[in-house]
Structures are given as structure tokens and as C-alpha cells.
């Protein structure tokens, strides 16, 4: 029997039962990397034989009769987290030697719920890619078509998870980086609201790891069923023990419903910025059709929705302006006379002042009143996460060069991002989940968008769409 596909509660039950070890699952695991991963190239920093003992030791755990969440569960960690003596590198070649001493706080509660860690996954240059390549590790594919990407910049972890390379994954999200390669792959994840989970020790090689609360970014989990979410986010969240004392779990509130037929569902699939690709819109009505089956109230407009316009341009000022440290400015002037549309806004973003900034964030916080009154008349939103399933590889050296192909017209690559931001500019927690599949086989994702702090309203609508809609499937994988 093979156990690669198994989500983690299963793994756990398993292991209860005595069906299975840690060490047993583990090796299968570790098989099944050394045989695929040459061509999907999702896991960058192996890390076994350490895995190899630490499921030794979660067998040994079990069997003197203790428990922990995650006791035995292979996994994964995005390549960006620090995991003590392994590279972090963020994909730059000029920290190939950086190890640090020390576990990002994710991964120490990964270790102190029993999790096994198989390795470290890919990610893009610096993490500012919608694709998962660096000159250091490669290209990671899509599993399911490997001329296409497989998102970024979690794309290792998404792609790791679809290929059966452990039953969970962690990764982050400032511009739909756990979101897109959910969608790109076929499974799960969950943006988490901001600042709900520690991000210490998730940090460029370049800088300390400090106990700071991130402006956009957060930390999430990934997996193959809406269940294991819950399950993974429920350890990693909490502040940093470092400013908040040794406890760190939090109180979130319930699901607002546990019947279907109880939600009240926005449902959104046109941007006035970008097309919605049939694809794409064909995914989201199958999820509005399993909403409508099981009695949940769905509803396709509201004037309670804040402007998406505006939300896409405060999105990007607040972005752009935050990264401003990782972008050339040498030729501003001339690459802002040459913009228009979101990208004269990037651009535009790239020289903003203090009080720019201050004006941006004053829009945030209108724009958070607005979602809150929305809130109060609907539980959910769901709405794409990109316009298009996993698009061709594209390694144009300029980003601002490249484009996005939707439905035969071209749209500037970085366009794409404005799903994304609806969830990311306010902050409020999104989950992304499988959708069926495109014309071409290719998966296609949907995000649920809940209120913010009520993080377990969208995962437990993900839960009980789960069966409606296939949740993740595993397929025909066109790897070779």
C-alpha cells in the first residue's frame, strides 16, 4: 500500500492504529523524491538523514504513549525559512553558504508538534516571482504539465505536495505566493489573516531575525485537504513568543456556520482591470453551482463591495513602496514615462515618501471599514486567484517585459496579481481551493475570502465544499 497521497489526518490515524511508522512513511517518502523530483525539482535542500531520525524518534514518542499533533507527519518548508544547518538563500547565489543556527519559530513548531522534516522546497530569486526558478536549484515544474510553472514563489511546496512528497507544507504570501501555486497544482492552501502567525526566522539571508510584524506578509499553511489546513494552521498560529511570553496559541473564533446551506457567499469573477480567463471562470461557477446545491445563499453583486480599482492601486502603492529596498531605481524616470496602468503605478510606488505611504495606508484602513460593513451581510467571498491555470515558463530577465496570455489577449505579467491583493490589502484571510480542472487538464483554483481574524470561516466553507467539487486529484501527471 502506498501512503504518498494520504492526507496528514489519515497519516495520523495510521500511525494511531499501528498500520504504519514514521519511519515507514517517511522512507516512501524519501523513495519517492530520489525517484521524481529530477524532472519536478520541487525539493532544493533534502535534508534526510535527519529526517530519517526524527521519525525514529516520533515512533519511540508513540509508543510511550504520547501524543502531539503532528506526530510522524512528513512535511515540507519553504526554502526561505530558517532551518537550522541547512542554506537559506532565498535563491541568491551570494548566500549559498548562509546556514543559520537557528529554526524560523514556524519551523521550531513544526519540530515540537512531531512533525518530520523532509527538506527545504523551491522558490523564485529573492521570492519576487509569480514562478519558482534561481540560478541556484532550477526550475521547479508543475507537476501536472512540466512546460508549465508551478506558481511562486511557494511554487516548491505546491508542487512537492501534488507530486506526494509529504503530506504538508509551509510556505508565505505577500502577492499570492501560498494562493497562486495552490491553484497552479491542485490543492490547498491558506493566507492566513496578518500578523495571526509568527513570522521570526522567515527572513532574507541578508537580514536578522527579529521578532517583527510584517506589513502585507504572512505565513501559511499548504496541504492536499481543507481538513489538514485547519489542522497545520492551528500550530502555527500565535505571536512570537519572543514579544508575547512562552504561550502562544490563540483563541480563534468559530466558524460563523457548520451547515452549507447556513453561508451567505459573495461571488466575483469579473476585475475591471483584467479579464477573468474561461477557465478560471469556468472553475468558480462550479464552485458557486456546489454552493447553490447545498443551499448556501450566493449572491454575484453587492454595493458593499469596496471599489476594485482602488483596491488594486493601493494594493500595489503599499507593495511596491514596502519592497522599494530589493528594486533598481537607476532608470526610474525613464521606465515611469513609459508606464501606464498598474505598472505606472508600481513605478510611480517605487519613489514614494513617508507621507505617500501614510495617504496609501489611510486608504487600507477605509477600505477595511468597507470589507467589515460587507461582512456583516455576507460570510465569504470567493473569487479567482489569477486570471489563467499555470502558464508556460517564461524566464524573460525583465519581469516588466513579460506578459500573461488570457483567452488569446496579452496583459502585462505582473496584472495578475490584483485577485491576489483583494485578500492581501486589507489583510484578511483567503483560502484557496481546487476547482476542477481546465480544457487541458490543468488544475484551476478558487480563494475564499473570510472576514478578518474569523480565519476558521473560509477553511470550514472549504470543508464542506471539499466533496462537491473533488478537492484535490491526483490524475494523469505529464511529468516526462
Known amino acids: 500500500m502506498t501512503w504518498s497521497f494520504h492526507s496528514a489526518e489519515e497519516l495520523i490515524t495510521a500511525m494511531r492504529d499501528g498500520a504504519v511508522t514514521s519511519a515507514e512513511l517517511t522512507e516512501e517518502a524519501i523513495a519517492r523524491i530520489e525517484r521524481e523530483d529530477d524532472v519536478i525539482n520541487a525539493i532544493c535542500v533534502p535534508d534526510f538523514d535527519r529526517a530519517r531520525a526524527a521519525a525514529r524518534d516520533a515512533d519511540e514518542v508513540r509508543a510511550r504513549g504520547e501524543n502531539r499533533p503532528l506526530l510522524g507527519v512528513p512535511v515540507t518548508v519553504k526554502e526561505s525559512y530558517d532551518v537550522a544547518g ?157 514579544t508575547h511570553g512562552l504561550a502562544h496559541r490563540v483563541a480563534l473564533p468559530p466558524a460563523r456556520h457548520d451547515r452549507l446551506g447556513d453561508f451567505r457567499v459573495l461571488v466575483l469573477d469579473e476585475h475591471p482591470l483584467i479579464p477573468t480567463g474561461s477557465a478560471v471562470r469556468e472553475g468558480l461557477n462550479r464552485v458557486a453551482a456546489a454552493l447553490a446545491d447545498g443551499g448556501a445563499r450566493v449572491e454575484r453583486h453587492s454595493p458593499l463591495l469596496p471599489d476594485l480599482t482602488e483596491a488594486a492601486t493601493l494594493y500595489m502603492q503599499l507593495l511596491i513602496s514596502g519592497s522599494i529596498a530589493r528594486f533598481p531605481i537607476e532608470s526610474l524616470e525613464r521606465l515611469q514615462a513609459q508606464a501606464t496602468g498598474l505598472d505606472a503605478v508600481r513605478l510611480n510606488a517605487m519613489a514614494f515618501s513617508h507621507s505617500d505611504w501614510l495617504r496609501a495606508n489611510h486608504g487600507r484602513e477605509l477600505h477595511r471599514r468597507a470589507w467589515r460593513r460587507l461582512f456583516t451581510e455576507f460570510d465569504a467571498v470567493a473569487c479567482p486567484i489569477t486570471p489563467t491555470p499555470a502558464f508556460p515558463h517564461d524566464h524573460h530577465p525583465n519581469p516588466m517585459e513579460r506578459t500573461i496570455d488570457v483567452d488569446g489577449a496579452r496583459h502585462p505579467y505582473f496584472d495578475q496579481l490584483v485577485w491576489a491583493g483583494l485578500a492581501t490589502m486589507p489583510g484578511l484571510p483567503a483560502t484557496a481551493v481546487p476547482a476542477g480542472r481546465s480544457p487541458e487538464g490543468l488544475p484551476v483554483g478558487v480563494q475564499l475570502i473570510g472576514p478578518m481574524f474569523e480565519d476558521r470561516t473560509p477553511l470550514r466553507l472549504a470543508e464542506l465544499i471539499e466533496p462537491k467539487t473533488g478537492g484535490f486529484r491526483i490524475g494523469q501527471r505529464r511529468t516526462r
Not at 509568527?198 to 481538513?227: F, I, K, Q
Request: net charge negative.
Open 86 to 242: 541547512l542554506p537559506t538563500t532565498w535563491g541568491m547565489p551570494q548566500y549559498r553558504d548562509h546556514l543559520p543556527a537557528e529554526d524560523a519559530v514556524q519551523v521550531s513548531r513544526l519540530k515540537a508538534a512531531g512533525a518530520v522534516v523532509l527538506g527545504k522546497t523551491n522558490v523564485p530569486l529573492g521570492l519576487q516571482d509569480i514562478q519558482s526558478f534561481n540560478e541556484l536549484y532550477g526550475t521547479t515544474t508543475n507537476p501536472w504539465d512540466r512546460g508549465r510553472t508551478s506558481g511562486g514563489s511557494s511554487g516548491g511546496s505546491a508542487a512537492a505536495l501534488a507530486a506526494g512528497f509529504g503530506a504538508l507544507s509551509i510556505g508565505s504570501d505577500i502577492a499570492g505566493s501560498l494562493r497562486t501555486p495552490a491553484h497552479f497544482c491542485g490543492v490547498y492552501a491558506h493566507k492566513p489573516t496578518l500578523g495571526l502567525a509568527a513570522t521570526r526566522g522567515m527572513v532574507a539571508p541578508s537580514e536578522p531575525a527579529l521578532p517583527v510584524d510584517l506589513d502585507l506578509a504572512v505565513v501559511g499553511p499548504m496541504a492536499r485537504t481543507a481538513r489538514d489546513l485547519a489542522l497545520l494552521l492551528d500550530v502555527m498560529a500565535g505571536p512570537d513568543p519572543l
